[in-house]
């Protein structure tokens, strides 16, 4: 059975760099059927994609957040990871690791899901 | 960007009854050479991640109680819980994946007894 594990510090300092990982078990991270994608949802708030990454390195980044993502796929660990420089208060959030089905060509809905990682942004 | 607009934001429905959530795309969500709507509903219980329930608009993912379904095309969907149970207490969530980047989400609607 599909697992996701989002691990990485809870709590990054303002300008600094939040850095996460999210762990695949149960499926091969190289898998030609799934992007892999980074989700996060500020507190009481609704869901916001991040940016999404295939096996080989294509990657689709939120046009907002481009400037300041970097995802990238770790083969063989069987793990995918999220940078996020510059981080402010706005960037405090829950982030989630999701499997997301796709065409090998696009990425389309997220059908497995991580628990969520919180982190908070705090001199 | 696409915009996904969810009505209402909340209701409240007796348990047993019907509820209905509507989404709202600012462009279409249909894709003629595939007869597909890129349209896909999650379900968010406190505390916990989103669930996927529904995908391609109508179609309902494995393990997903068939009083669950989704329908509508091109900008205007549909989530109907036929019969509302108690678990079913949730914020829910339509997501287009057409249009990218970026993928889009509707703000969400709270469903409550």
């Known amino acids: 059975q599909l697992h996701l594990q989002e691990s990485g510090p809870g709590l990054v300092k303002p300008s600094e760099t939040l850095s996460l990982t999210c762990n695949v078990s149960?499926?091969?991270?190289?898998?030609?059927?799934?992007?892999w994608g980074w989700i996060r949802q500020p507190p009481g708030k609704g869901l916001e994609w991040i940016g999404s990454?295939?096996?080989?390195?294509?990657?689709f980044y939120d046009p907002s957040l481009k400037s300041r993502v970097t995802m990238s796929v770790d083969k063989a660990k069987n793990q995918f990871s999220l940078k996020l420089i510059s981080v402010t208060a706005a960037d405090a959030a829950v982030y989630y690791c999701g499997r997301q089905s796709t065409s090998s060509i696009h990425p389309y809905y997220i059908d497995v899901w991580g628990k969520g990682t919180r982190v908070t942004v705090s001199s | 960007d696409i915009f996904m607009t969810q009505s209402p934001d909340s209701l409240a429905v007796s348990l047993g009854e019907r509820a209905s959530i509507n989404c709202k795309s600012s462009?279409?969500?249909?894709?003629?050479?595939?007869?597909?709507?890129?349209l896909a509903w999650y379900q968010q219980k406190p505390g916990q991640p989103p669930k996927l329930l529904i995908y391609w608009a109508s179609t309902r993912e494995s393990g997903v109680p068939d009083r669950f379904s989704g329908s509508g095309s091109g900008t205007d969907f549909t989530l109907t819980i036929s019969s509302l149970q108690a678990e079913d207490v949730a914020v829910y969530y339509c997501?287009?994946?057409?249009?990218?980047?970026?993928?889009?989400f509707g703000q969400g609607t709270k469903v409550e007894i």
């Open positions: 149960g499926d091969s991270i190289t898998s030609t059927s799934y992007y």
């Open positions: 990454i295939y096996y080989s390195g294509n990657t």
């Open positions: 462009q279409s969500l249909f894709y003629s050479s595939n007869n597909k709507n890129y």
């Open positions: 997501q287009q994946y057409y249009h990218y980047p970026p993928y889009t």
